[in-house]
């Protein structure tokens, strides 16, 4: 097997599936001078599962509570010219995950830095959803204070893309009613649980029915939240009929009805239909 270029390699590892591993994150961690884990004991399950043999390379712990002290000795060995594969716990890394901050040093510092992507729990919720996936916001985890909760719930309660949130098995219960009340009881979601694991589940329904379901469950393992898009409001009449007067200004009836429609995400042939009554005094 040929020797890493020198670089940071940043390697996604399964959220459940031992098998879900990628060839190349296999025969990254097999020669990779330096092994950084967010939990050390897992990588070196997984590498045990797949019969790759740390020997003596280091393995070293990189994570929330340590990366102040441990980002140095990664950066020293980058900077000697060796490669560093980091893998984390579950999933990608950077993605609910210390990796960030190294990263960011990694690059500030001119070193290559180098995705050996894979299982990701944001896309394998999002896959099996059935809600739209054409643009979509990783949220991560709800804040804990109720009063940052709501303002977080607030921000998030307009914004035109698939939402996807994680969430404690302890905690999705309320969480889920309080998504109900910010979001409205019919929007769409989907709750998964233990993703490519043994007991994978996944709960589709209103975010009313869920709670409702929810609420009188125990609920174990990881929680991923996929919530749909808000349905787009209706304009209000007076202002489709204002900005048509306007545009009727310095427009043709069909190219009014054309840009106002464009502007406000209406059906052409019903802003058309009020152009055309405005024009001819009505």
């Not at 219960?173 to 007991?199: H, I, M, P, W």
């Not at 329904?205 to 609920?219: H, N």
Request: hydrophobic share 45%; charged share 25%; aromatic share 4%.
């Amino acid at each position: 097997m040929d020797a890493l270029a020198p670089g940071l390699y940043f390697v996604a590892t399964p959220i459940g599936a031992a098998r879900d591993i990628t060839l190349r994150a296999l025969d990254i961690l097999a020669t990779a001078e330096v092994l950084a884990a967010e939990d050390t004991r897992t990588l070196r399950h997984l590498m045990d599962i797949h019969g790759v043999q740390p020997g003596d390379r280091p393995i070293v712990a990189y994570h929330d509570h340590n990366g102040e002290k441990m980002r140095p000795r990664l950066l020293a060995a980058l900077a000697a010219g060796k490669s560093v594969a980091y893998a984390s716990e579950a999933g990608t890394p950077l993605v609910a995950d210390p990796g960030y901050q190294l990263a960011r040093a990694a690059i500030a510092a001119g070193h290559p830095v180098i995705s050996a992507p894979g299982p990701s729990a944001v896309l394998a919720a999002l896959t099996v959803s059935g809600l739209p996936s054409d643009r979509f916001l990783f949220a991560g985890f709800p804040p804990s204070a109720a009063s940052a909760r709501r303002r977080w719930l607030e921000e998030l309660a307009g914004i035109p893309a698939t939402l996807i949130l994680y969430e404690s098995p302890k905690r999705v219960q309320g969480l889920l009613t309080e998504l109900r009340d910010s979001l409205g009881n019919d929007r769409q979601a989907a709750v998964c649980r233990e993703l490519t694991k043994r007991f994978e589940e996944v709960s589709r329904g209103t975010l009313e029915e869920l709670a409702r379901d929810f609420a009188e469950r125990s609920v174990k393992g990881e929680i991923v939240i996929v919530i749909d898009r808000a349905g787009a409001a209706a304009p209000d009449p007076a202002e489709v009929e204002a900005r048509l007067r306007e545009a009727l200004k310095c427009h043709s009836i069909r190219d009014a009805a054309a840009e106002v429609s464009a502007a406000l995400g209406l059906p052409r042939r019903q802003v058309y239909q009020t152009a055309l009554r405005l024009a001819n005094g009505g």
